[in-house]
């Protein structure tokens, strides 16, 4: 008698083949997502334009302040700052024409209720005369605030922005009563920042298309000649670059010959370039009050031997890079620590096989901006206090990573570092990648003719 058990015990490697063949199809088909033409240098507002958009930005993330302030159960939020001793906050509340406070600078938003409904948000005072405490202490008297938050922690950056001197000029000024309904709560801050608004996400895209056109033109023969150019000679390329495009960048760019033991360390930051040699640059750029954070591979052609292209070990580096990139972001989900994406992210690589690190971060207001992080370089399986956040929505991810690959052409195990910035997907509910990821290695030919160069190419000045 054929029995519904036998059917399935016969069904069974039929099905865990048919698993398997799903799995990998999902692989490839997430894979696939490395740029199909080369980017180009994207021509940004003017500066005049580009003010206006951030202005309006920076508006419609005050507006939701109110729901912030509320949500966490604080009546208002108070920052105190001077000139050249800014709060962390300020750089994300602040006019894009504004480079500094001016004199002392206080702000207090409030959730637009009682006798502060309809005023401004937030209440702001310029001054250098002691003018502001009278009248601050007369809005908080009217206003009556149960909880009042400062920037006073000790842990985040971003909810402990309130200098010493501010904080004994507001003890003393406010007094006692007020100063014992002051509160901590760094998630203010954490939020403020973190968040994005939708009109940000072209500006954003764009900013992410120039990053690869300026990776793409740097690890080419326009730039690069074997035995003869540094590294060093390709990071100051970047700078003089952006200065060009009008952006600018929140770390030096760093490139590197990679080598087993080029990371965490120095090695391979000052070396003469040459054929054979797999590099590596770190960097992003900054524009409109946004940072991009990259890191991508390339490889020198030994085109003296006629090498046209890579050898397989080092495409394969790249592949196992890539997978762990799909792991982190099939595992990112709003809500969840940055510990628990870390710890089941590790777990998988471990399933796989896969061996390496993953240190990811927020990123948008700053290169390494407000949010939980996903791993730390020296933190590489649980991060105290920032890997204990959750992961907000509406954020911005840098997906930096690297993974261990022997590459039997050279008989050495080499770090495969890779970095990619992604966002927030509302409707998917997920994070996915803002531009594309490198899935090949940029290539470096040194027998390129002069006609496939442009007339005039870049040139460092010494």
Known sequence: MFTKTMMILRLAPLLSALAVLALTLVHVASAQQHPTSPAEYVRLPSLREQAAIQDGWRDERLTRIPGLLNKYRIQAWLMSQR??????LWWSV????EYAPHRRTVLLFHTNTSS?????????WVDNTGAVWPELRNVLTSYNPRRIA??????????GGLHVGEYEALAEELGEDWMERTANEPMLGIEHVATR?????????????TTWALVEEAFSERVITPGVTTTEDVEWWYREKMLLLNVTTWNHPRVSVITPESFPGWSGTKDVVREGDLLHVDFGITAMGLNTDVQHMAYVLRTSEG???APAGLKEGIRKANRMQDIVLERMRAGKTGNEVLKESLDQMKVEGIEGQIYSHPIGDWGHSAG??????NLPDHVPI????????????SIELYAYSFVPERNETLRFRLEENAYWDERDERWKFVYGRQERLHLINATATAATQPELAFVVQP
């Open 83 to 88: 000139e050249y001793a800014e709060d962390t």
């Open 94 to 97: 602040k006019g894009a024409t």
């Open 116 to 124: 502060l409904a309809g005023q401004p948000n937030p209440l702001r």
């Open 150 to 159: 400062l920037n006073t922690d000790r842990d985040v950056a971003f909810g």
């Open 197 to 209: 608004v939708p009109g940000q996400l072209k500006y954003y895209r764009d900013l992410q298309e």
């Open 307 to 309: 090498e046209t292209d």
């Open 372 to 377: 939980a992080v996903i791993g730390f370089t």
């Open 386 to 397: 920032l890997g204990e956040l959750r992961l907000l929505p509406n954020t911005y991810y």
